[in-house]
């Protein structure tokens, strides 16, 4: 009787330590949520970007054309536009990088979360088990 009253004990702790990981888990697990939500959103602004930075091309290729003393000012613009692009490019990837490695660790620790939730479910259980024992013991 003392030996199953001791090792219910233990299971009880067990149980309570497990609860703790469980928790500290749901909180990681929500953290990396907010990363890459915020991941999502930064790529998001990074393509939005590129978008419109792509539509102002055919402005600029149009004044290009328009007269002399001009066009070389706007060809420079251009020249300019061009280096910008690949900047804009370049962001999108990183951000796009940034995300997948966001979405990785989401679900690294959603996977965590789940095997603490199965050991505090098999904690609880032989609590359970240990208290039926005891309830039916003289």
């Known amino acids: 009787m003392r030996a199953l009253a001791a090792e219910a004990r233990r299971w009880s702790v ?3 330590v497990r609860e703790l990981r469980v928790r500290r888990r749901q909180t990681a697990l929500a953290e990396a949520r907010r990363v890459a939500d915020a991941a999502r959103a ?3 602004a990074c393509e939005a970007r590129h978008a419109r930075h792509a539509a102002q091309r055919a402005d600029l290729l149009a004044r ?3 007269g002399f003393a001009d ?3 706007w060809r420079s613009a251009l020249v300019q536009h061009r280096l910008r692009d690949g900047q804009l490019v370049a962001a999108v990837g990183t ?3 940034a995300l997948a490695h ?3 660790e989401c679900g690294r620790t959603r996977t965590l979360l789940q095997r603490e939730t199965l050991a505090r479910d098999d904690a ?3 609590l359970r088990e240990l208290a039926a024992r005891l309830r ?3």
């Open 14 to 16: 067990i149980a309570r």
């Open 71 to 73: 066009s070389g000012l």
């Open 42 to 44: 930064e790529r998001e």
């Open 64 to 66: 290009c054309t328009h």
């Open 102 to 104: 966001a979405l990785v």
């Open 136 to 138: 039916e013991e003289p």
């Open 95 to 97: 951000a796009q990088s």
């Open 124 to 126: 609880k259980k032989r």
